[in-house]
């Protein structure tokens, strides 16, 4: 299971946290990543992190947003930076079993406010 929390609303240009926790190990998960959705689009992914620790992330959010993960914690982490009003939308955090299963949290609001 995959809870995420810490959405809210922040003002442009201002920074925020969001944090999946999880009931497994997430070294369990081959992939872990982040996606987004305004209602009326589809889900788009917004970051993700490998097992082995590589990192990929869509081109509107590279060098404002970071992909992190504490073991210790079994805690997923988006770290945004410089928001912007388009970043407004549901959160949600995905874990890729090793059999391609996907695990979906629940998803938190981000608001962002220009």
Do not use: H
Not at 25 to 50: H, S, T
Not at 59 to 67: A, H, L, P
């Amino acid at each position: 299971q995959l809870v995420e929390s810490g959405g809210g609303l922040v003002q442009a240009g201002e920074s925020l946290r969001v944090s999946c926790a999880a009931t497994t190990d997430i070294l369990g998960f081959r992939v872990m990543g982040w996606y987004r959705q305004v209602p009326g689009n589809q889900r788009e992914l917004v970051a993700a992190i490998a097992v082995n620790g590589s990192t990929k992330y869509a081109d509107s959010v590279k060098g404002r947003f970071t992909i992190s993960r504490d073991r210790s914690k079994r805690t997923l982490y988006l770290e945004m930076s410089s928001l912007r009003s388009e970043d407004t939308a549901v959160y949600y955090c995905v874990g890729r079993g090793w059999g391609d299963q996907d695990y979906w949290g629940q998803g938190t609001q981000v608001t962002v406010s220009s």
